[in-house]
């Protein structure tokens, strides 16, 4: 099985070399990079959901650069930890370890979801990682970053869907992850098994605010989600927070594409846009509040 299961019917989905097909004859092609669009007509709130290209290959520049490394090795870290306590409980009772079953929602261009790949094989634990992303872009991109470390299809799935709508059975996930994607609490809670690990990701308060002094006239400063969720217990909180200097050169634009990635640029007048593209460096604060919940 492919770990997902079909958009129309619910039934699990086999992977095969063209395609993805469930028993109810339901079937959606794999594209050249291996992901599979599990995106329904009728559930698209707009012709080309999600990311567009320019926003994911401006994020795939920029996290390549490794600017946001120092979040994703907390991250990973956090990950991490939540592994061998459940691994030792299946040894000590003399069973062997069932896979486990990871999805990262809203996995972007793949940068996270392949470095969890290499915590999840460190674990030595049988597993099955998932990626999906609403934006056939980036799960292309992912699929091709993927391809490119020379990642077998199998090791990591990804597809294109909406977070609002998992391509996945209920109580089917052992660890959700959530970097900066919308959070669905009903998806959530119906994907994620009991005592599932549900690890969340948001902008921190001091998040870029000083490429938001240096393009608006009235900057804001990020407003951080209220941390109790219906459904989950809090088992941790970390802020991740550091400086990045940042410059616009000819051979790499640093600052655009920080610009770009993010919903800011797209909120913008041209008047911003010339303002962050005349920036030649800038010191940026990184902000990031990172979530551990168990599911109850």
């Given at each position: 099985m492919s770990g997902f299961c079909c958009p129309v019917c619910g039934a699990p989905l086999t992977a095969a070399d063209r395609a993805y097909a469930c028993p109810g004859g339901h079937s959606f092609d794999r594209g050249r990079s291996g992901y599979v669009n599990l995106l329904l007509p009728g559930g698209k709130h707009s012709k080309a959901p999600g990311d567009n290209p320019l926003m994911v290959t401006a994020r795939r520049e920029f996290l390549n650069r490794g600017h946001y490394r120092p979040l994703c090795e907390a991250v990973c870290g956090l990950l991490a930890a939540q592994l061998p306590?459940?691994?030792?409980?299946?040894?000590?009772?003399?069973?062997?370890?069932?896979p486990l079953t990871v999805l990262d929602a809203g996995c972007g261009e793949g940068y996270y979801t392949e470095r969890f790949r290499a915590v999840l094989e460190q674990a030595g634990r049988?597993?099955?990682?998932?990626?999906?992303?609403?934006?056939?872009?980036?799960?292309?991109?992912?699929?091709?970053?993927?391809?490119?470390?020379?990642?077998?299809?199998?090791?990591?799935?990804?597809?294109?869907?909406?977070?609002?709508?998992?391509?996945?059975?209920?109580?089917?996930?052992?660890?959700?992850?959530?970097?900066?994607?919308?959070?669905?609490?009903e998806e959530a809670r119906r994907v994620l098994r009991r005592d599932g690990r549900m690890?969340?990701?948001?902008?921190?308060?001091?998040?870029?605010?000083?490429?938001?002094?240096?393009?608006?006239?009235?900057?804001?400063?990020?407003?951080?989600?209220?941390?109790?969720?219906?459904?989950?217990?809090?088992?941790?909180?970390?802020?991740?927070?550091?400086?990045?200097?940042?410059?616009?050169?000819?051979?790499?634009?640093?600052?655009?594409?920080?610009?770009?990635?993010?919903?800011?640029y797209y909120k913008t007048g041209r008047t911003e846009q010339l303002r962050a593209a005349a920036l030649e460096a800038l010191t940026v604060t990184a902000s990031f509040e990172c979530f551990v919940y168990r599911r109850r």
């Open positions: 306590a459940e691994q030792r409980e299946q040894g000590e009772q003399g069973k062997k370890p069932a049988p597993f099955l990682l998932l990626g999906v992303d609403i934006s056939k872009a980036a799960a292309d991109k992912a699929a091709r970053r993927a391809r490119q470390a020379g990642t077998p299809l199998s090791a990591i799935r990804y597809a294109a869907a909406s977070v609002f709508r998992l391509p996945v059975p209920d109580a089917g996930v052992d660890v959700l992850l959530n970097l900066f994607a919308p959070y669905c609490g690890l969340l990701v948001v902008p921190g308060k001091q998040h870029l605010i000083e490429l938001k002094e240096a393009v608006y006239d009235r900057p804001y400063r990020k407003e951080v989600r209220d941390p109790a969720l219906e459904g989950f217990a809090l088992l941790e909180r970390r802020r991740v927070e550091y400086p990045m200097t940042l410059e616009n050169t000819a051979e790499n634009r640093e600052i655009d594409n920080l610009f770009r990635m993010t919903p800011y």
